[in-house]
């Protein structure tokens, strides 16, 4: 891996860049259970928003469970079986890490680079990502980033253009000696108009050839 001129901050998103995502596979899992699809695919519908607050950290886990709960038909599961089943559910999303991406990092971190994660994400998911850290690398997210950028702790969510003010604040950076990795090009887009060069990326797809492009 050839070296950018100057130290740079690599901020890379979690979900379909570094770890394998199937949306799909939740809401297939939640139909299962009953809920109608078309609320789960509608981009304006109540259940959409409720998950981007979700992930803002706006609403607590018990509220966001009830909420989808009440989406559902009565006379199914109910109380803790159906709580414990909406959870897995939820969770079934999340694939694992392909070993050459951990590799990436840790060069970018051994030649001085500083890299980080900045993610849409909410506190259902975290522990079952930590899981899924420890399982791939023997390390947690917090050992293997120089930061994490979480959007339930940050009460932002991309595309915001915020939440990218507040981390380059706190990498005391400038926008121009970021790169950012993501696969939505909304989320690239809103990233290059504050002057951050963004990469779209496949979603789950390898990292071969990630950097082709990139300015050396």
Known sequence: MAAMAGKKVYIFDLGGVLLDLDVERSFGALAGLGMNPALLTEKDCLVNEMIQRFDKGDVEEDAFFGYIASCLPAGGLAGKALRE???????MMLGGIAPEKLRVISELRRRGDRVVMLSNTNIAHWPRIEEIFVEAAGKAPSEIFDALYLSFRMHERKPCAEIFHE?????????GDC???DDS?????A???LGIKSVLVKRNASWNGLFDGIEQ
């Open 185 to 189: 090009a909304e989320n690239c887009e």
């Open 191 to 193: 990233a290059q108009r």
């Open 167 to 175: 981390l380059l604040c706190d990498e005391d950076v400038a926008a």
């Open 85 to 91: 089943r909406l959870a897995d559910a939820w969770n």
């Open 179 to 181: 790169i950012f990795f």
